[in-house]
């Protein structure tokens, strides 16, 4: 139990304890080192001399002595500035002992996403290098997520840290100037950031909350940083109305719970209202995007009072015009379920049939999941037996996984 409880700990603080160690030593691969040995050092010490009161804090002191060590052995020719040799010199910290948490941490992880997000890098490059160190997740879940093999992702992430070193991509948040240019990957990035939260493509809870946490956080800031931006506060509207809904999203063994059997007693009003006047000064300036369509979809299921009154119809339209923007099948997908609950549900399935035809979603569990839904209210029960087979052939998560048993047993197919 205790060192499932380190773990735990160790995958929540470690991104944010990665950020200022790469802005301490400036190198991605040295302070991944350098925290991995800081996480070893606490799964043999914190059993024998107790938890830390700041695990945090310890993990981060602990890393940065290591990594700067490492650093002065490779390079021992080149002085230390004060800082780093201060670091050198201090002691690992006893777990007893009740550390300062780092001030700027918030800002080292800003930074971090500007430099994940430059130009430089190619878009996958990224989206990958973005998970890895503002999420946490393995190359071996981040290759799932993008299906596909561990060893291309590898080179990915290989490739984006020697184009950093190499182009000498400075750690900082880019100029006034600079902003505009860079929002669109930085957008794009802190959504990735909160969809790992919402819906996890590993672990073993389907949602982390701290992941929401960092996203809404680091859209606030984006916000702050372009006032005036309607996608950005697009992007941010559609995090708060989402967030707002996290405590219905699973039941109590923490599987999924669709949207329509939700109890809406648990969303939050606060941040809901919230989202919604965030979203109206989106919309009051003028500018339309694919973050403002999403959230408008957003706030007409936040404002339903119930399922059988969601407006079905517009929320179709929506889709519609978001496709315009986001041509693709995952937008098709959700396009189509919005349409099939608009006008019926073999219109919808008539889509999703021609999706699965093109090959385009071959692996992505949601598809067969939406089609057995589909087929399960039309009363084709061995179809949607085979549909839900299907999806648990795909399906990667276990919380999805039990949903999907349970939604297939239900059917009385085995």
């Not at 160190?133 to 984006?160: D, M, W």
């Not at 008539?350 to 992505?364: I, N």
């Amino acid at each position: 139990m205790l060192r499932r409880a380190i773990e735990q700990i160790v995958r929540r603080e470690g991104p944010r304890v990665l950020a200022g160690l790469i802005r301490a030593l400036g190198d991605f691969d040295l302070a991944e080192e350098a925290l991995q040995g800081a996480c070893t050092r606490a799964l043999e010490v914190w059993p024998a001399r107790g938890m830390p009161e700041k695990p945090g804090a310890w993990l981060a002191t602990v890393a940065r002595r290591r990594g700067v060590d490492e650093l002065r052995r490779r390079r021992p020719d080149v002085a230390l500035d004060g800082a780093l040799a201060e670091v050198l010199a201090s002691p690992e910290p006893d777990p007893s002992a009740v550390l300062p948490e780092r001030d700027g941490l918030g800002d080292e992880r800003l930074r971090l996403l500007f430099v994940c997000c430059h130009p430089a890098l190619a878009p996958a490059a990224r989206t990958a290098l973005a998970l890895r160190t503002l999420c946490g997740l393995t190359t071996q879940e981040i290759s799932r997520a993008y299906l596909e093999p561990e060893a291309t992702t590898a080179q990915r992430l290989v490739r984006a840290k020697r184009k950093i070193a190499e182009a000498g991509i400075p750690f900082e948040v880019p100029s006034p100037e600079q902003l505009p240019e860079r929002l669109t990957g930085v957008l794009e990035v802190v959504y990735l950031v909160f969809n790992e939260g919402f819906s996890a493509t590993e672990g073993e809870a389907w949602i982390r909350p701290e992941l929401c946490a960092e996203a809404i956080r680091l859209g606030w800031l984006v916000v702050e940083l372009l006032p005036g931006t309607a996608e950005a506060e697009g992007l941010l509207a559609l995090m708060l109305l989402h967030d707002a809904r996290r405590a219905a999203r699973t039941s109590k063994d923490g599987t999924p719970v669709p949207l329509e059997e939700q109890d809406r007693r648990l969303w939050q009003r606060e941040g809901i209202d919230e989202g919604l006047a965030v979203l109206d000064r989106a919309i009051a300036r003028g500018a339309p995007g694919p973050y403002q369509l999403q959230a408008a979809i957003a706030a007409l299921h936040a404002k339903s009072p119930g399922p059988e009154r969601t407006d079905w119809r517009q929320i179709s339209a929506l889709y519609g015009a978001l496709l315009r923007y986001l041509p693709g099948p995952i937008v098709e997908l959700n396009a189509a379920a919005a349409l099939a609950m608009a006008e019926g549900p073999e219109r919808g399935l008539a889509w999703m049939e021609r999706l699965s035809a093109s090959g385009a979603l071959d692996g992505y569990h949601l598809l067969p999941a939406a089609q057995a839904d589909l087929l399960r209210r039309l009363g084709r029960l061995g179809e949607a037996a085979a549909a839900y087979r299907q999806a648990l052939e795909w399906v990667r998560h276990p919380a999805e996984r039990t949903f999907l048993e349970r939604r297939l047993a239900a059917l009385g197919e085995r």
